[in-house]
């Protein structure tokens, strides 16, 4: 039981480093880029494909199904202490997909890749009489 437990908290960081390495690094932008013109195209297929790469919280689903197919052959070949029964990697894809987002969600910082416009908005700037706003308070 301590060996499945400890499994599926390696599959849940695991998966939790995919999705932030996919969606958060310099190093996937270019085939993140590459995809935006999937969206432009005519196809559905291609889409709905690019759609479920640009969720983070689909993704993490993709992902961890991946990671939980892996693990469960290379149970069945001996190379991990526990067999991950088929229908059981099933279930659990959900739940690694969930945990990995919430770890990721609330232990760290909101994204570093996002850049707010520094250029003052409208309400901020000065009027062309120069009163610093509209409200009357000068």
């Keep these: 039981m301590i060996d499945l437990l400890l499994l599926l908290t390696l599959a849940i960081v695991l998966n939790w480093s995919v999705v932030d390495i996919y969606f958060y690094s310099i190093v996937f932008d270019p085939i993140r880029q590459y995809g935006v013109k999937w969206k432009e195209g005519s196809n559905q297929f291609w889409k709905y494909f690019r759609y479920m790469l640009d969720c983070p919280f689909c993704f993490a689903h993709w992902s961890a199904t991946a990671i939980l197919l892996v693990f469960t052959v290379c149970g069945f070949l001996g190379y991990l202490p526990v067999k991950l029964h088929p229908v059981l990697a099933v279930v659990l894809i959900p739940a690694v997909a969930r945990l990995s987002l919430f770890l990721r969600d609330y232990s760290l910082p909101p994204l ?27």
């Design 112 to 138: 570093t890749n996002y850049h707010a416009s520094s250029e003052p908005t409208e309400t901020e700037q000065d009027q062309p009489d120069g009163s610093p706003g509209s409200d009357g308070h000068g």
